[in-house]
């Protein structure tokens, strides 16, 4: 199985700052990752597909980066709807999996 | 406009079983993937289980912690997609969602998801 491990598992941060989230993957995954943004009580939102390339409707203050094994999301402005659980995924091989979720809290 | 509505979760014993439903529209249903993919109380998400499309005869793909016990079919009349779950335990206690998967497998579209607590 391949393991995303994402990290930092939570992020402080305040509005207008710039954050980065990175998820490592246990074997290489060419460029085959997803980020999805949850907030509570929500499903799920893609935001970015195929490590970089974004969702239709989601701001460009969101960015996504990398291949192989490492991989980020970066935000480059928090705006206040921003803090939510990010998760990355792969849909390279099965079993799909998730990453464990980062957590972006209000300072 | 997408839409994929879930159903059916509810309170169900140990060893008991449950269906869940999920009625889409907006698009071609026989196009597309569709998977399951739970959601454990306070914690992350778990995939588990997919059917391809019907250019793929709806074959099926499951996570090893539900295979044997989860079946996942569909009503192509109904446009709807179905999680048959047996035997059913108490870490299977969570929020379900459908996913519409697009044609470069990502998960684009996700339902409202429904709650399924296995408890005695």
């Known amino acids: 199985d391949i393991q995303l491990t994402q990290s930092p598992s939570f992020l402080s941060a305040s509005v207008g700052d710039r954050v980065t989230i990175t998820c490592r993957a246990s074997?290489?995954?060419?460029?085959?990752l997803a980020w999805f943004q949850q907030k509570p009580g929500k499903a799920p939102e893609l935001l970015i597909s195929?490590?970089?390339a974004l969702h239709s409707g989601v701001p460009s203050r969101f960015s996504g980066s990398g291949s192989g094994t490492e991989f980020t999301l970066t935000i480059s402005s928090l705006q206040p709807e921003d803090f939510a659980t990010y998760y990355c995924?792969?849909?390279?091989?099965?079993?799909?999996?998730f990453g464990q979720g980062t957590r972006l809290a209000i300072k | 406009e997408v839409q994929l509505v879930a159903s059916g979760g509810g309170l169900v014993q140990p060893g008991g079983s449950l269906r869940l439903s999920c009625a889409a529209s907006g698009f071609t249903f026989s196009d597309h993937y569709m998977d399951w993919v739970r959601q454990a109380p306070g914690k992350g998400l778990e995939w588990v289980g997919r059917?391809?499309?019907?250019?793929?005869?709806?074959?099926?793909e499951y996570d090893a912690s539900v295979k044997g016990r989860f079946t996942i079919s569909r009503d192509e009349s109904k446009n709807s997609v179905y999680l048959q779950m047996n035997s059913l335990q108490t870490e299977d206690t969570a929020v379900y969602y459908c996913?519409?998967?697009?044609?470069?497998?990502?998960?684009?579209?996700w339902g409202q998801g429904t709650l399924v607590t296995v408890s005695s």
């Open positions: 995924q792969q849909p390279k091989s099965y079993p799909l999996t």
């Open positions: 195929a490590a970089s």
């Open positions: 996913v519409r998967v697009d044609t470069r497998y990502y998960f684009d579209y």
């Open positions: 059917s391809r499309n019907k250019a793929n005869s709806y074959t099926t």
């Open positions: 074997q290489g995954i060419s460029s085959s």
